[in-house]
């Protein structure tokens, strides 16, 4: 009866031994699972902000500002490849408050900080095509407009931008322009009052959000962790489909980050914790850069049939 008892006993410590394993083993796979994932479709991350860090830490100057390592800031090339970032969207973000003043040039001057951040540094490569950006075996780099404020209402501004490798704007930043309205009530200026998109704004589907990670965004507080902004992405999912989602972390743009998702180099902590929630590896692939490519060749299709038509346009006239 005694030895029975000892062998329950030892039995259920055997048992406990076991499940311990057997949940280790699941936090270990998921986790190699993560890794794996993301080597096979390394991330494209569609907003970062290291330019404007840039500019307000070095005065743009980058023989002061050491890339590869640099704790002052949220992104460098050694955080970039930990966190398997294939392809990084750079902003060349400038302040609201140079709207009808100097918006052009500081706009021209972090594309300038972009482009040489991305040609000098032999980890990275400066790309401008959906197929670069697919191809390249380095950390490709596309630049970024963040807000219309920046072309100053001048489509031969938005042109020349095009011409020295932009390939996406954001209409607003926390300011309206002449032609587009911001979500943000913080500047008055251009204040249309109208809180929706007009028809011409409507977006047709297959588009793309990146989610932004920043605390106050995801939870309204400073309180933010992993599991928060994986609950984003589940309620988009629900929403619009996980072929609509990517990311666009905003790492440098703002002060204050998720507990567990604080630099380039965490991501896949994210992309762990949405393998825990199921999601699978044709809709990770697709959050990660499979979504991001299919839009981008979308826009270049669009654009191509534009100058088509409007060379045929010409010929006619
Ligand atoms: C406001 O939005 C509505 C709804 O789309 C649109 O019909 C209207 O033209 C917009 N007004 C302005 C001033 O943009
Ligand atoms: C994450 O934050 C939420 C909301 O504050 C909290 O309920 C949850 O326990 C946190 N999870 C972890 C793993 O810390």
């Not at 100057?61 to 390592?69: A, E, G, I, Q, R």
């Not at 992405?233 to 990517?246: P, R």
């Not at 699978?280 to 499979?290: M, P």
Request: proline share 2%.
């Amino acid at each position: 009866m005694l030895i029975y008892k000892k062998a329950g006993i030892r039995g259920a410590w055997i048992w406990w031994f076991v499940c311990t394993l057997l949940s280790l083993h699941g936090v270990i796979s998921e986790t190699s699972r993560a890794l794996d994932i993301m080597t096979k479709y390394p991330l494209i991350d569609g907003h970062n902000d290291l330019a404007l860090r840039l500019r307000m830490h070095h005065n743009n100057k980058l023989s002061t500002f050491n890339m590869h390592h640099n704790p002052r800031v949220a992104t460098d090339i050694s955080r970039l490849t930990a966190g398997h970032v294939g392809g990084q969207v750079f902003a060349a973000y400038v302040l609201c408050t140079a709207q009808d003043k100097d918006a052009v040039r500081l706009t021209l001057e972090q594309i300038d900080v972009i482009r040489r951040m991305c040609t000098e540094n032999p980890e990275m490569e400066l790309v401008t095509t959906a197929e670069g950006m697919r191809t390249s075996t380095k950390i490709a780099c596309l630049i970024s407009i963040e807000g219309g404020h920046s072309i100053d209402s001048s489509l031969a501004a938005l042109r020349m931008f095009y011409q020295l490798g932009v390939r996406s704007m954001a209409l607003t930043h926390n300011c309206n322009t002449p032609w587009a309205e911001s979500s943000s009530s913080y500047y008055t200026y251009y204040q249309q009052k109208n809180n929706s998109l007009t028809d011409f704004g409507k977006k047709e589907n297959g588009g793309l959000i990146m989610v932004n990670f920043y605390s106050s965004f995801v939870a309204c507080s400073n309180n933010a962790n992993v599991s928060v902004v994986a609950d984003h992405f589940d309620h988009l999912k629900q929403v619009i489909g996980a072929e609509s989602i990517g990311i666009g972390a905003d790492f440098d743009g703002a002060q204050g980050f998720p507990k567990g998702l604080e630099d380039v180099s965490k991501y896949p902590a994210l992309i762990e914790e949405l393998i825990s929630r199921n999601w699978t590896e044709e809709e990770l692939a697709g959050v990660l850069r499979l979504n991001f490519l299919r839009v981008f060749r979308k826009v270049e299709k669009v654009r191509k049939f534009i100058l088509v038509s409007s060379s045929q346009f010409n010929e006619v006239s």
